[in-house]
């Protein structure tokens, strides 16, 4: 480990602490205030490490903070992304520890210890990884490449306003690649870098019966019950063999060929540990696949929450006015987000009985990503992940999404690196949130390599 980190671990450690503390959640405006001070603190920071022209940009919604720091224009430039919200911590009563009072402890996975917050590891543990790496190159004279960084405040929401904020600063956004740390890798003994990423299409449905809330035994058995007709229009969404029944779903999937779904098996998986780790009995999904082919190369429709009718303490009679339910897809090559909400629309739409109303709204979405494996960029994080870890990494498809990733390729014309350091075991949008403390040492120590890996290859 670089001397640099080492006589810094408790600071660095420290202030990320204070950065966890700040309740930046985007998604809820009662935390508006939060998210401005989350944007100024993180825009201080930059500041503090030896950036230039750090600044808060805004939106209109959450702002932007960018900072950067050209050593000479001759050099590479990497724009770095990340997004400083958070996920609602909601339910607030399965956490072991309150979401925004962070604590350090170890566990079985993490036995050098483990931060648990809301956004430990997604993804302020991450970008501060790379606000320390930049601290570090610079004071130690150590920057190999001209750096920019562009740090979003609603990613979680789906970056609806950092189109507009590139598309008008594609002159200030100009640079060779975009690394991103908000993924992960395999273990902490087995490095990888993410090759792909898939979409998203962000759905609510309402579905209304009578006009008002009735009483279950004036009028159970005469009047169709909203959440009876929900549910069953849900479960008709998947046939008998784990496939999405939404007309047209896969008419675009890109299948992958023989050999590459062979590389992704070559990467190490328990699945008996997986059951363990998420207590559960069987997995379960689209037949025809592994289970780490379900998580990472297929499209998937889930219910995200439903709700309708009383959930108080006690029993309540009542036969409900309306149901409801989020739903995300998430999506592969070459579905379009845009196209795929269209036809789950029409669809659901289609199969609503004329005893109810349905009302189909969309949220958010994105498009799916794939990275060029022989790419400069993926090379450098290849070579910066060995290097730090000391062993090779293994190529690996991520599971989840980042709406803007395909937009920067679409406006900026430029490729994103995936080049995160969290573990799938990290309760990502979960209760009980967490980000090894060996994790976000390793990056901070693997992000300079990076940087001279790609100045390296670039030449």
Same mark, same amino acid.
């Given at each position: 480990?670089?001397?640099?980190i080492?006589?810094?671990?408790?600071?660095?450690?420290?202030?990320?602490?204070?950065?966890?503390?700040?309740?930046?959640?985007?998604?809820?405006?009662?935390?508006?205030? @939060?998210?401005?001070?989350?944007?100024? !603190?993180?825009?201080?920071?930059?500041?503090?490490?030896?950036?230039d022209k750090?600044?808060?940009?805004?939106?209109?919604?959450?702002?932007?903070?960018?900072?950067?720091?050209?050593?000479?224009?001759?050099?590479?430039?990497?724009?770095?992304?990340?997004?400083?919200?958070?996920?609602?911590?909601?339910?607030?009563?399965? !956490?072991?520890?309150?979401?925004?009072?962070?604590?350090?402890?170890?566990?079985?996975?993490?036995?050098?210890?483990?931060?648990?917050?809301? /956004?430990?590891?997604?993804?302020?543990?991450?970008?501060?990884?790379?606000?320390?790496?930049?601290?570090?190159?610079?004071a130690?004279?150590?920057?190999?490449?001209?750096?920019k960084?562009?740090?979003?405040?609603e990613?979680?929401?789906?970056?609806?306003?950092?189109?507009?904020?590139?598309?008008?600063?594609?002159?200030?956004?100009?640079a @060779?690649?975009?690394?991103?740390s908000?993924?992960?890798?395999?273990?902490?003994?087995?490095?990888? %870098?993410?090759?792909?990423?898939?979409?998203?299409?962000?759905?609510?449905?309402?579905?209304?019966?009578?006009?008002r809330?009735?009483?279950?035994?004036?009028?159970?058995?005469?009047?169709?019950? $909203?959440?009876?007709?929900?549910?069953?229009?849900?479960?008709?969404?998947?046939?008998?063999?784990?496939?999405?029944?939404?007309?047209?779903?896969?008419?675009?999937?890109?299948?992958?060929?023989?050999?590459?779904?062979?590389?992704?098996?070559?990467? $190490?998986?328990?699945?008996?540990?997986?059951?363990?780790?998420?207590?559960?009995?069987?997995v379960?999904?689209?037949?025809?696949?592994?289970?780490?082919?379900?998580?990472?190369?297929?499209?998937?429709?889930?219910?995200?929450?439903?709700?309708?009718?009383?959930?108080?303490?006690?029993?309540k009679?009542?036969?409900?006015?309306?149901?409801?339910?989020?739903?995300?897809?998430?999506?592969?090559? @070459?579905?379009? !987000?845009?196209?795929?909400?269209?036809?789950?629309?029409?669809?659901?739409?289609?199969?609503?009985? $004329?005893? %109810?109303?349905?009302?189909?709204?969309?949220?958010?979405?994105?498009?799916?990503?794939?990275?060029?494996?022989?790419?400069?960029?993926?090379?450098?994080?290849?070579?910066?992940?060995?290097?730090?870890?000391?062993?090779?990494?293994?190529?690996?498809?991520?599971? /989840?999404?980042?709406?803007? %990733?395909?937009?920067?390729e679409?406006?900026?014309?430029?490729?994103?690196?995936?080049f995160?350091?969290?573990?799938?075991?990290?309760?990502?949008?979960?209760?009980?949130?967490?980000?090894?403390?060996?994790?976000?040492?390793?990056?901070?120590?693997?992000?300079?390599?990076?940087?001279?890996?790609?100045?390296?290859?670039?030449?």
């Open positions: 480990m670089n001397t640099y080492e006589d810094n671990k408790q600071r660095f450690l420290d202030e990320l602490v204070e950065f966890l503390k700040i309740p930046s959640v985007s998604a809820d405006p009662k935390f508006d205030a @939060d998210m401005q001070k989350a944007a100024s !603190w993180v825009m201080s920071k930059l500041a503090d490490a030896g950036m750090a600044e808060i940009c805004e939106t209109a919604g959450h702002p932007v903070v960018y900072a950067e720091k050209i050593v000479d224009e001759s050099l590479p430039t990497i724009l770095v992304y990340g997004h400083y919200d958070v996920q609602p911590a909601d339910p607030y009563e399965l !956490w072991d520890s309150p979401p925004f009072d962070p604590v350090i402890k170890k566990t079985k996975i993490h036995p050098d210890g483990a931060i648990f917050a809301r /956004g430990a590891c997604d993804d302020k543990g991450q970008i501060y990884m790379h606000v320390k790496a930049i601290e570090m190159m610079i130690q004279n150590a920057l190999t490449c001209n750096v960084v562009m740090f979003e405040g990613e979680e929401v789906g970056s609806e306003n950092l189109e507009t904020f590139i598309k008008e600063n594609k002159e200030r956004l100009k @060779d690649i975009i690394l991103i908000d993924t992960s890798i395999i273990a902490n003994d087995i490095p990888s %870098v993410e090759t792909g990423l898939r979409g998203l299409s962000y759905m609510e449905v309402e579905v209304t019966g009578p006009n809330d009735l009483h279950s035994g004036v009028y159970g058995g005469a009047v169709a019950n $909203p959440a009876n007709v929900l549910a069953k229009m849900i479960a008709s969404l998947h046939d008998e063999n784990g496939k999405v029944t939404v007309k047209g779903f896969y008419d675009k999937v890109i299948d992958l060929s023989v050999e590459e779904r062979e590389a992704l098996e070559s990467a $190490p998986f328990d699945e008996e540990e997986y059951k363990r780790d998420l207590d559960i009995a069987e379960t999904g689209e037949s025809g696949y592994t289970t780490r082919e379900r998580a990472a190369i297929r499209p998937t429709l889930d219910v995200n929450g439903m709700w309708s009718g009383y959930i108080g303490e006690g029993s009679t009542v036969l409900p006015s309306k149901a409801n339910a989020k739903i995300s897809m998430r999506l592969v090559p @070459d579905q379009d !987000w845009k196209e795929i909400s269209d036809l789950f629309d029409a669809h659901f739409k289609a199969i609503a009985p $004329p005893s %109810v109303k349905v009302k189909v709204s969309r949220h958010h979405g994105g498009q799916p990503y794939v990275t060029p494996t022989d790419s400069i960029g993926y090379k450098a994080a290849f070579n910066a992940m060995e290097e730090a870890f000391g062993q090779t990494p293994v190529p690996t498809r991520g599971g /989840g999404s980042i709406p803007i %990733v395909a937009l920067f679409e406006v900026l014309g430029l490729k994103s690196i995936l995160g350091f969290g573990l799938d075991s990290d309760a990502l949008h979960s209760p009980n949130e967490n980000y090894g403390l060996f994790n976000f040492y390793k990056g901070i120590e693997a992000i300079p390599l990076f940087y001279k890996h790609y100045s390296a290859l670039s030449k």
